[in-house]
């Protein structure tokens, strides 16, 4: 076993005995939500998850350990922390050496789930191709991870404040199947639409449980996409979020923000234009995510 990692015994016991298990991100937690309703959110989605017969382990690093399930304290200090940086990749081997505490995005929780034996993990929105990147070069490392780490990601798609058809075509030049449950298109967090079709469609979690087994039974490495469209009761119709979202893409630009900055700006800013409507969709589509994620992990280890 990894030495710096931290597995929570309940985690640990699950992941011996191979029952389901599924990892949650914390940047979503540190960075993509106001406080208490990250706390709150946080909580809710690890408690559906366990309605939905799995064990959540929600990934940080905190004391530079690698820690693959946080007790109630370690959550609440993820969500309250004024010091949890925004760990990708890069920030990993930074953080354990100094002792630090970070928030990990998709990418660092796919790998950390990987180095644990985690193959289902739960999340809002990926990063992706922000627009404009053919001259900021700003394409989010969590499309790198997706050909790396043998990780399903369960998500609502991605945010129109990036590049979705570039994203899609990123992700099918690194060989990542992208499958879209329910729908033929695949979807944009708050939208169910994106206008883009989804490469791939499946009926329900077990079509998905099918497909992850036969990828990396061939031992084709690297994750998967699913997507997860948002409610029809909860979602806000791209015409409508389209114009907070050129609103805060402009603000972002003449602010000048950039690297990984850029994102967390984003979500903030949708939400202050939004008057908070973005973020009540934000969390019913990741309690919607934490259903599916659920049921996928119960299907991969049955
Ligand atoms: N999209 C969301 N909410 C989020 C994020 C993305 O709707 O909280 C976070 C995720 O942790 C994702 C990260 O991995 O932002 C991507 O950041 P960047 O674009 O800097 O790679
Ligand atoms: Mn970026």
Same mark, same amino acid.
């Not at 609502?156 to 990036?162: M, N, Q, R």
């Given at each position: 076993m990894n030495q710096y990692l931290d597995i929570a015994p309940e985690v640990a016991a699950a992941l011996q005995a191979r029952q389901p298990v599924v990892a949650l991100e914390s940047t979503i937690v540190a960075h993509g939500m106001p406080y208490p309703q990250n706390l709150e959110t946080a909580q809710i989605v690890e408690s559906i998850i366990r309605e939905g017969g799995a064990v959540p382990a929600t990934i940080a690093i905190l004391d530079g350990r690698l820690k693959v399930g946080l007790s109630p304290d370690e959550l609440q200090r993820v969500a309250q922390s004024p010091d949890m940086v925004k760990a990708s990749i890069r920030d990993l081997a930074v953080l354990v050496a100094s002792g630090g505490n970070g928030a990990t995005t998709v990418a660092s929780t796919m790998r950390i789930a990987a180095m644990a034996g985690i193959h289902v993990f739960v999340t809002g929105g990926i990063g992706g191709v922000h627009r404009g990147a053919a001259k /900021?070069?700003? @394409? /989010?490392?969590d499309l790198e991870e997706m050909a790396e780490s043998n990780v399903a990601v369960v998500c %609502?798609? %991605?945010? /129109? @404040?990036?590049d979705i058809g570039l994203t899609l075509e990123y992700l099918e030049t690194a060989g990542v199947p992208v499958i879209t449950v329910g729908s033929e298109t695949f979807p944009a967090f708050y939208s169910r639409e994106s206008g883009h079709k989804s490469p791939f469609t499946v009926a329900n979690a077990a079509e998905v449980a099918a497909i992850a087994r036969a990828k990396w039974e061939m031992g084709l490495k690297g994750g998967m996409v699913i997507a997860n469209p948002i409610a029809v009761e909860d979602e806000i119709p791209a015409e409508e979020i389209d114009r907070q979202i050129q609103g805060a893409l402009i603000e972002a630009d003449t602010l000048g923000y950039r690297g990984k900055t850029v994102t967390p700006f984003l979500l903030k800013h949708v939400a202050t234009l939004t008057e908070g409507r973005s973020l009540t969709a934000n969390i019913a589509l990741v309690r919607n995510n934490a259903r599916l994620g659920a049921a996928i992990a119960v299907a991969l280890a049955g």
């Open positions: /900021s070069f700003d @394409i /989010s490392a %609502a798609g %991605a945010k /129109s @404040i990036l």
